[in-house]
């Protein structure tokens, strides 16, 4: 493979709030100050969206948070720093991270005129060691901070942070065309391109030795139906490597079927693909389960795609959540792992716990080259459905042993882009002329 693209990971975490009492009875509030459990904090960097975090009230003065709490993550890739870096004639001269700490909890409103009540700022200015790709602490511990400081004594409220940058280097892959026209799936580095991985997009229903398997996964309730009721099934998904060898798959399981009363696939009744990879432990051309994406529409003033998905560890009767994520069926969006951003309820509280504060990622219950996934794991974008989307994948590069690995998440992000389509509304007939052969 190519070298991986640079990315760097910006954390801020280990948050914590100390508001002496003699300072909060001076402004007669304390009795409301310090009755809150948390307080809520806006951080903000030039060029991304605003992220919010609440921020828990230490009471005692030897107490400091937990270093592995309330991390908010941002990624930056090289082109965002540089244009932190760019200085113009409308930009602040010198750009920082900000962290605004106001009263009260999130998503309430804060003092009696309904307006947030900041408490105070701490800026962090970026530098040039935000460029050199290798770990950087650029703040651990208490400041001092707030608008009015008493004279003579420092009776000011004190905040607790950690602020990190750990290199996150990824490789990026890029699908050459829609998912359902089999094209070559391209690593882009800069303006290089390189064929790493053809895809083979079929709904042929002859028996096959990967159909044994995904029968064993599929509700045989939902298959006698499908006779009876309109479906969506059959569909298949294989990755080939530059030999012609097949390296991943994503099988249609469960078929895509309208729920009872409605027009489309409901949460109540999802879809599901099964992601395969080849089992190199027995002879012939044998295949394992991996994982399971699970498939469904929300409908409402702008209708979302659902998905989710679950490993399937081996030896293991349940799967593992880690990942739910809402799409817009309009626009379509971005599918992620990463435990930076969502802690599904199923993954276990020691992986919770010590997900990826210190750069350092602690096993969890997952399978294949998931192994160890915390933090961010991949992502990939799509179209929303009856447009034309050629699915942008990003992957961990410490996810990536060999072209296999990269292989399962070029399969789990085909079956999220054919999703866009297995879930639209079963009245509506699809614009791109590609799809009319395969409904």
């Known amino acids: 493979m190519m070298d991986p693209q640079a990315f760097v990971r910006l954390s801020v975490g280990s948050l914590g709030l100390r508001i002496p009492v003699a300072a909060t009875s001076k402004a007669g509030q304390s009795a409301n100050y310090l009755s809150l459990s948390s307080c809520l904090c806006e951080i903000r960097l030039r060029g991304f969206p605003v992220q919010t975090a609440s921020v828990p009230l230490i009471s005692?003065?030897?107490?400091?948070?937990?270093?592995?709490?309330?991390?908010?993550?941002?990624?930056?890739?090289?082109?965002?720093?540089?244009?932190?870096?760019a200085h113009g004639c409308f930009q602040a001269a010198?750009?920082?991270?900000?962290?605004?700490?106001?009263?009260?909890?999130?998503?309430?409103?804060?003092?009696?005129?309904?307006?947030?009540?900041?408490?105070?700022?701490?800026?962090?200015?970026?530098?040039?060691?935000?460029?050199?790709?290798?770990?950087?602490l650029l703040h651990n511990g208490w400041i001092s901070f707030g608008k009015n400081k008493p004279e003579g004594r420092k009776l000011v409220p004190e905040l607790h942070l950690r602020v990190k940058l750990?290199?996150?280097?990824?490789?990026?892959f890029q699908f050459d065309d829609?998912?359902?026209?089999?094209?070559?799936?391209?690593?882009?580095?800069?303006?290089s391109r390189q064929p790493i991985f053809s895809c083979n997009f079929s709904q042929d229903r002859r028996a096959t030795q990967l159909d044994s398997i995904v029968g064993t996964w599929t509700n045989p309730i939902r298959a006698?139906?499908?006779?009876?009721?309109?479906?969506?099934?059959?569909?298949?998904?294989?990755?080939?490597?530059?030999?012609?060898?097949?390296?991943?798959?994503?099988?249609?399981?469960?078929p895509f079927v309208p729920s009872t009363g409605c027009d489309w696939v409901a949460r109540s009744n999802p879809g599901a693909w099964l992601i395969l990879r080849p089992d190199h432990l027995h002879s012939g051309e044998s295949w394992q389960p991996w994982g399971r994406l699970e498939a469904w529409r929300e409908t409402g003033p702008r209708d979302s795609v659902c998905l989710r998905l679950?490993?399937?560890?081996?030896?293991?009767?349940?799967?593992?959540?880690v990942s739910?994520?809402?799409?817009?069926?309009?626009?379509?969006?971005?599918?992620?792992?990463?435990?930076?951003?969502?802690?599904?309820v199923s993954m276990p509280a020691q992986s919770q716990h010590h997900r990826a504060a210190e750069g350092d990622h602690a096993p969890a219950a997952t399978t294949g080259v998931a192994a160890g996934s915390c933090g961010f794991v991949m992502n990939c974008r799509v179209q929303g459905e009856g447009k034309s989307s050629r699915p942008i994948v990003q992957l961990a590069m410490r996810h990536v042993t060999c072209v296999e690995d990269a292989a399962i998440f070029m399969a789990v992000a085909a079956a999220v882009d054919l999703s866009m389509e297995t879930c639209r509304p079963f009245r509506r007939k699809t614009r791109k002329p590609s799809w009319h052969s395969i409904l």
């Open 310 to 321: 679950h490993l399937l560890p081996e030896g293991q009767d349940a799967g593992v959540l």
């Open 178 to 191: 829609e998912t359902s026209l089999s094209p070559q799936i391209f690593q882009l580095k800069g303006n």
């Open 224 to 254: 006698e139906q499908g006779g009876e009721r309109r479906e969506r099934k059959g569909w298949k998904v294989m990755i080939y490597d530059l030999s012609g060898s097949a390296v991943a798959a994503a099988f249609m399981s469960t």
């Open 94 to 136: 010198q750009p920082y991270l900000e962290i605004a700490v106001y009263l009260g909890r999130k998503g309430s409103h804060c003092g009696v005129t309904g307006r947030k009540q900041q408490i105070g700022t701490f800026r962090v200015e970026v530098g040039p060691e935000w460029s050199e790709a290798k770990p950087t």
């Open 166 to 172: 750990d290199p996150d280097p990824r490789y990026v």
């Open 60 to 85: 005692s003065p030897e107490a400091s948070p937990d270093p592995h709490s309330n991390t908010t993550v941002f990624y930056l890739e090289k082109s965002d720093l540089k244009a932190l870096m």
């Open 324 to 344: 739910e994520v809402m799409l817009s069926a309009e626009k379509g969006g971005e599918f992620y792992i990463d435990l930076d951003r969502q802690t599904p």
